[in-house]
């Protein structure tokens, strides 16, 4: 069915763009220098992350259940 390919298409393409953003970087994620302040990569990822979502939350509701 049509929603079912636009999801996986969907899917695909998120994971492919998070994967990209997280290669952009050379982050080191086992860094012990906490600090107080959040790194610039990671606020930049969770930025990306919040703006992609808040597109998926006007989508309509799977109407076949």
């Given at each position: 069915?049509?929603?079912?390919?636009?999801?996986?298409?969907i899917y695909t393409?998120?994971?492919?763009?998070?994967?990209?953003?997280?290669?952009l970087a050379?982050?080191?994620?086992m860094t012990g220098d906490l600090g107080?302040?959040?790194s610039?990569?990671?606020v930049d990822l969770i930025?990306?992350?919040?703006?992609t979502f808040a597109v998926f939350t006007h989508?309509?509701?799977d109407l076949s259940t």
């Amino acid at each position: 069915d049509a929603r079912h390919a636009a999801e996986e298409e969907i899917y695909t393409n998120l994971n492919q763009k998070i994967d990209q953003f997280l290669q952009l970087a050379d982050y080191d994620w086992m860094t012990g220098d906490l600090g107080n302040k959040a790194s610039d990569y990671l606020v930049d990822l969770i930025a990306f992350l919040r703006s992609t979502f808040a597109v998926f939350t006007h989508l309509p509701e799977d109407l076949s259940t």
